[in-house]
C-alpha cells in the first residue's frame, strides 16, 4: 500500500452533510452484508492479473480496494462491485453520497453542464479538430445528465443527443426539447453515424470499458472523432480539487484511473489512436487501421504516486498557490474582455496551454 493512511477502517477525509453520512453508511452496510456484491477482475486493459495493491478505502472511508497492474500500470478497482450492484448504487446512493441529490434537475446543473460544453467546444476549437467536423452533424454525448452538453453542442450549429442510464436525470433537458435518450450506447439506434463522440467524465465509472469503446467505435463516422475527459493521475499535484493527495481523488464511483499512456493503451486496443491530449486528462481520438502495442506505465505511475504521498504537504501548498494566481488570471481576462489586448491575451493563453499538444507525448 501508499502508507497506512490507504488502509481500511478509516475515517472520511471530508466532513460530510447529513444526507451523505446517511448515503455513505448505507452504503458500508450494503457492501458489509452483501446487498453490493463484488467480483475479482482481470485487468480493464490487458487482461493480466497481476496486480499489486495501493489502497483499500476511498475519499469517504468506504472499503474501495485500488489496486496498479504489473503489465501495463492502470490503477483500478478490484475487486470490484458487479455490473448489477453498480447499478443498484447509481440508482440508489451515488447522488446522494455526492451531494447533489435531486439538484441534477435543475437550472443550475443544467447551466453547468452548458458551460462544460462551452469549453468542450473551445479545447476542439483551440486544438483544429472543431472545423474538420461538419456542420450539422450528428454529436453524441454518453452519460449526458440533464442534457447540458448537448445544449451548448446545439448552440454551435450541431445535431446534437444524449443518452444515459438514468432517466430521472434526463427530466430537465427533455423539457427543454432535447433529444435525450434512456439507456445505454448498447442499445441506441442511430439514422447517422455520428461525427463526434463524447465521453465526459464517464469512462472512469464504466467496468467494462473495452466493450463501451467497442460499441463506440462501431457506431463512430469513418472521420469521426472520440472525445474523453476524465481526472488523470499524473495531474493530481496541480489540481486544487486533490491537491497532491491520491486518497482524495480515490472516490467509490470510479473503477478505472488512467494516465494519458493507460488511456492510449485502452483505445489503441479499440482501434482509436489519440490526435490531442494531456495529462489533465481531455484527449481526442481518431480511428486508426494500426496495430497497438500495449506500452507499460507500472513504473511511471508506481513511482509519481509514491513520491506524491511522500511530498503531499509541498504539493498541497503548491496547489493552493496555483489556485490564486489562477483566480488572479481569471480576474485579469475578465478586466481586458472586450478591449484590444482581449484577442492578443487569448493568443497568448492559447498557446500557452494547446501550442504544443500536437502529438505530445
Ligand atoms: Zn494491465
Known sequence: MLSKRYSFPRASLFKLKPVEITARDGILRKLADGTYGRAERDCAI???????????????????????????????????????SYRAFYRDDYRWLYGAGSELNSPGFFSYQ?????????????????????????????????????????????????VDLDHSCLEYGLKQGLDLRKGSIHQLALNERPALILYSQVLEHIVDVKKELARAKELLSDDGFLFVALPGIMN???AFKHRGDFLRYLEIAHVNHFTLRTLDNLLGQCGLERIAGNEEIWAVYGKTTRTWVVANDYLTVKRFLSRTEQFRIVFAVCAGLRAIVDAGLDWIGRLLKGSVLDASARNIYRRMKFGHQKNAD
Open 114 to 162: 452548458e458551460r462544460r460544453g462551452g469549453h468542450i467546444l473551445n479545447l476542439l476549437r483551440y486544438t483544429n479538430i472543431l472545423p474538420q467536423i461538419p456542420s450539422r452533424s450528428v454529436v453524441l454525448d454518453v452519460g449526458t445528465g440533464s442534457g447540458g452538453v448537448v445544449r451548448a453542442f446545439e448552440k454551435a450549429g450541431y445535431r446534437s443527443l444524449g
Open 236 to 238: 493530481i499535484r496541480r
Open 46 to 84: 490487458c487482461d493480466s492479473r497481476e496486480f499489486e495493491k495501493l489502497a483499500e478505502t476511498d475519499r469517504w472511508g468506504l472499503p474501495v480496494s485500488t489496486v496498479i497492474c504489473r503489465s501495463c500500470g492502470l490503477v483500478q478497482t478490484n475487486p470490484c462491485m458487479t455490473e448489477e
